[in-house]
């Protein structure tokens, strides 16, 4: 099946650091999601891309989805205590959703 | 805010005992699914529904039931629980009312149910 290999898996940064993730996959993809989870919560969408190229910023947070559409990734700028938790990102198919298995991050006092 | 309410939101229940869940959406989506969440496994899908009475399997069917008699609810059950089965559940519903296209692949999820099978 379609599987999606994101990276890192945890990220322990400094505040106030830049932050990188992204995700890669053997198979193309129409759509590529980010999310964001906090302890005991469901996962909250940060950022949608609908078209390969497409470089979308929400605050901080600046996402890509791969020109090959195989590909996407999230930087975080000026990381905050509040931007702790997991990130994923998904990718909508044949299948449905795909998702990654996650990037803990972690800041450090 | 997609509207999606789980309950409950914390159970805790014994091997062999029915569980359901209720999965609830405000804005008329026709599709909702059902996930569990499991360290190393992430996310994956138990079943979806793509309409009133309308459902297909997931990844993770084994086990599981769901029915969907309204369009706003859609329930997962647990004819007879297992330790297998404590895992954290979500329900996703899909798109939102009035787009079209690729924009209709974006899912949105519900808080969750943490389930504790002893």
């Known amino acids: 099946g379609q599987q999606l290999n994101q990276s890192p898996q945890s990220m322990f940064i400094q505040e106030g650091e830049d932050v990188s993730m992204n995700c890669t996959s053997s198979?193309?993809?129409?759509?590529w999601l980010w999310y964001k989870q906090d302890p005991g919560e469901g996962p909250v969408l940060l950022i949608a891309?609908?078209?390969?190229?497409e470089l979308t910023s929400n605050g901080r947070l600046t996402a890509q989805f791969g020109i090959t559409r195989k590909d996407s990734f999230l930087n975080i700028s000026a990381s905050i205590p509040s931007d702790v938790g997991i990130y994923f990102c998904?990718?909508?198919?044949?299948?449905?959703?795909?998702f990654g298995k996650g990037t803990h991050l972690i800041i450090q006092p | 805010d997609a509207g999606i309410t789980q309950s409950p939101r914390h159970k805790v229940t014994e091997t062999g005992t029915p569980v359901t869940l209720r999965c609830h959406q405000t804005e008329n989506h026709r599709y909702m699914y059902w996930y569990r969440q499991d360290p190393g496994h992430g996310l994956r899908l138990i079943h979806y529904?793509?309409?009133?009475?309308?459902?297909d399997k997931g990844e993770v069917s084994d086990g599981y039931s769901v029915s969907r008699s309204k369009t706003e609810d859609f329930l997962l059950t647990l004819e007879s629980a297992t330790s297998s089965q404590t895992s954290v559940y979500f329900c996703?519903?899909?798109?939102?009312?009035?787009?079209?296209?690729?924009?209709?692949?974006?899912?949105?999820f519900g808080p969750g149910t943490r389930l504790l099978v002893l």
């Open positions: 996703a519903i899909r798109g939102a009312p009035g787009l079209a296209g690729p924009y209709q692949e974006t899912q949105y």
């Open positions: 891309l609908y078209k390969a190229g």
């Open positions: 198979s193309i993809f129409n759509t």
């Open positions: 998904a990718a909508a198919g044949a299948d449905g959703l795909t």
């Open positions: 529904s793509y309409g009133v009475k309308d459902t």
